[in-house]
């Protein structure tokens, strides 16, 4: 009797606990941002030049390496939160449609995910995309913001993608960035993503005209850490503790020496996560902590000859390592009432 009492308090207590996590989880909203590092896939696209990415190039790309690369970012993505997958996912490199379809039908993602993706006019054929749990956010629309450049129109870069959505009854403007690299140098860049940013803060300006109390959630890969000049001027994105409209929730970390990106030597916070106040401490939603945090599991990690310890990339040239991304994942939790 005295086994079977404890059993039943047991069950009970087993009960009352998921009862309760139910009911957190239900407030409780996981947004994330990744690069994922050449997602491509191994079908010569004649519109994309993808040839680096073919079983016939010197990385020789297969679909064996393709489906071990599609299954770790789907692990990536469900370890994040280990209770539930991320309501709201941004992804960077991604090659198309289809590999964001094979993504969100691998794994524990299978049938959760919806996606928003459009086509790009960038140079090496690489999109943004964002994907969402059915269940938990819904699309209103979306469109793109092409980032041109008078000075240089043949250079072609990712669009800037704004998805309007609701969670709950709130109403809630994401943008997914992928801004122009540092190669060539980060001064001799620079103005290029000065002008991405600038794009993004029109279009976030036309929003907060028309409703000052605009909740909006800016993430990617923005190739400039919290403190330059696209993200600390152009944008106008402060620490999470100024008074600011927007501010960016990887400036903590950030001012600790962290980074999602290891280079030469040195961490760089090239990932970055930015809401409008309406969303870091507004009513009835809030950002948990009040700042962003970044991801990363022993799976994930390589360890060079100095023992830092790093993203694990898919290649290293053209020579295949079989890591999941040069870049380790961004997301905060946002509670929702």
Known sequence: MKLKAGLLVLSGTILFSCSLVKKTLNHEYTVMSYNVENLFDTVDDPKVPDEEFLPASEKKWDNEKYQKKLADIARVISEVNPLELPEVVGLVEVENQQVLEDLVNTGKLKGQYAIIHEESPDYRGIDVALIYRKDAFSETTHEVLPVTFPDDPEFKTRDILHVTGKIKNKTVHVFVNHWPSRIGGDEKTEPKRVLAASVLKKKVDELCAADPKARIIIMGDMNDEPANKSLMEAL??????????????????????????????????????????????????????????????????????????????????????????????????????
């Open 236 to 337: 106008s994105a402060e620490s999470p503790d100024s008074k600011a409209l927007l501010v960016n929730l990887m400036m903590p970390d950030d001012a600790n020496g962290n980074g999602t990106y290891f280079y030469s030597g040195n961490w760089n916070m090239l990932d970055n996560l930015v809401v409008s106040k309406s969303v870091l401490k507004g009513k009835g939603i809030f950002v948990e902590g009040q700042k962003g945090n970044i991801f990363s599991n022993d799976w994930m990690i390589f360890t060079n000859k100095n023992g830092d310890k790093t993203p694990n990339r898919s290649y290293v040239g053209n020579k295949y390592v079989g890591g999941v991304s040069d870049h380790f994942p961004v997301y905060f939790k946002m509670i929702v009432k």
